[in-house]
């Protein structure tokens, strides 16, 4: 049997060998956000944080959106959200978002972080605080290099590190610079993504 036919089965939070997943993204994001979430179970047993460049001056509806393409709840963050398995917290414009001890959600209005704001810089560093060894860091499609600070965090912690190869990415950017730091376990096609998680969430390593 399968590490997706194991969650299918009903995996839940104490079978997991992480706890939670950030993913980071920019231009091309909405893409490979979108073909990751709709192929992970309803059941996936740990959470998920997203850092998607938006545009600030607006709204967003990319936690609606998303939720029409996956089985998993989304939800866009809120101060003092509480993470859980199966959920997918999105940052909302123009705030950064942490991740507090004991899974507690935080916004933040403060300084812009290599000229963005929410920053996976900020967000992968305080997974790294918060979670250590149990915390996955993944950085997709996108210009710029926010997230090759706060993946070398979560890399320092113990934690795990994916980077979306350059044959998928639609911006390299992003991408790039993670796997320039040195501290990237795995390099994988767009399509691998969800089954490397699911893997690493329940057995703790990538066959």
């Known amino acids: 049997m399968d590490v997706v036919e194991q969650a299918g ?15 980071a993204s920019s231009a091309g994001g909405l893409t490979a956000l979108s073909a990751i979430l709709s192929r992970l179970p309803v059941d996936f ?21 998303l939720s029409r393409r996956t089985a998993l709840v989304v939800r866009q963050a809120r101060e003092g959200d509480q993470l ?15 991740v507090e001890a004991g899974g507690r959600l935080a916004l933040s209005q403060t300084e812009l972080v290599h000229f963005v704001r929410p920053s996976a810089d900020l967000m992968f560093e305080s997974l790294a605080a918060a979670y250590g ?3 996955i860091a993944v950085v997709l499609t996108g210009t710029g290099f926010d997230g090759a600070t706060g993946v070398t965090a979560v890399k320092e912690r113990g934690g795990t590190v994916i980077a979306q190869d350059e044959l998928s990415s639609e911006f390299f950017g992003m991408p790039g610079a993670t796997i320039h730091t040195g501290c990237v376990d795995f390099t994988l096609d767009l399509n691998e993504i969800a089954s490397a998680l699911m893997t690493l969430v329940m057995k703790g390593a990538v066959e």
């Open 9 to 23: 089965g009903g995996a839940s939070i104490s079978d997991a060998r992480f706890d939670v997943v950030g993913m």
């Open 45 to 65: 047993p740990a959470a998920l944080v997203l850092v998607q460049h938006l545009d600030p001056r607006h709204g967003s509806l990319l936690a609606e959106v």
């Open 84 to 98: 859980a398995p199966g959920t997918v917290f999105v940052a909302p414009p123009d705030h950064h978002l942490l």
């Open 133 to 135: 060894p149990r915390a």
